[in-house]
């Protein structure tokens, strides 16, 4: 079945420093991918969507790119506030799944923002 | 727009009791999702209506979980004779019609049982 990989469980990073988050995936069909973002107390929302390999989604000051070839998806920010200290989920959808909803999420990065 | 709304928030119940949650979908979603997340599960997909017909429980636990859509305006979980292992937050979200929609998530319900 459908499958997602989070690299990283913790990232601590001071304001202003370069954020990198990656996860791979697997599915047999033509992926569409997301990030959500899940902040204390809250559900998680849509943060990106991508569903071209190699085009770029950005919101909000982040990108994401995913690269069919290496089946890799990664987030990127240049420079983090303290305000993006949240839960970052790489999830999975379009897969084999399209027609079910189920979306497959990563089990998501703590990202840590130190003023 | 008020968005998912879940009531209620916080639910404890004791071992063997039933509990109900309820889901608002915003209007004019025709999906809505149910969603379990634990710290050792993480986000487990339990179960996905589209227009009020239910299209995938896989995620399902067999006994004692049911959701019902009785119409276009809410769904309810629930859970008959609760176990410690069902305590978890209870997400339910609803798209316009799959999940290559984004998913608009509510806060969740929060069981515990204790």
């Known amino acids: 079945g459908d499958s997602v990989t989070q690299m990283q469980g913790q990232v601590t990073l001071s304001e202003d420093d370069f954020l990198f988050i990656n996860c791979t995936y697997s599915?047999?069909?033509?992926?569409?991918l997301f990030w959500y973002v899940q902040y204390p107390g809250e559900g998680p929302q849509l943060l990106l969507k991508?569903?071209?390999?190699?085009n770029k989604g950005i919101s909000r000051g982040f990108e994401a790119t995913y690269d069919k070839g290496t089946t890799s998806f990664h987030l990127q920010k240049a420079s983090v506030q303290e305000s993006d200290s949240a839960v970052y989920y790489c999830?999975?959808?379009?897969?084999?799944?399209?027609?079910?909803?189920?979306?497959?999420f990563g089990d998501g990065t703590v990202l840590t923002v130190k003023p | 727009n008020a968005g998912v709304i879940q009531t209620p928030r916080h639910k404890v119940t004791g071992k063997g009791q039933e509990a109900t949650l309820w889901c608002e979908p915003i209007?004019?979603?025709?999906?809505v999702f149910w969603y379990r997340q634990t710290i050792v599960q993480g986000l487990e997909f339990l179960t996905y209506?589209?227009?009020?017909?239910?299209?995938?429980d896989s995620g399902m636990p067999k006994e004692r979980f049911s959701a019902q859509m009785p119409n276009q305006s809410h769904s309810t979980l629930k859970i008959q004779s609760t176990q410690p292992q069902d305590s978890a937050v209870y997400l339910c979200?609803?798209?316009?019609?799959?999940?290559?929609?984004?998913?608009?998530f509510g806060a969740g319900t929060r069981l515990s049982v204790l």
């Open positions: 979200a609803s798209s316009l019609v799959s999940s290559q929609n984004t998913l608009y």
């Open positions: 991508v569903t071209t390999a190699n």
């Open positions: 209007s004019g979603h025709s999906a």
């Open positions: 209506f589209r227009n009020q017909a239910p299209i995938d």
């Open positions: 599915t047999t069909w033509y992926p569409t």
């Open positions: 999830v999975l959808g379009g897969g084999a799944d399209t027609n079910t909803g189920k979306l497959t």
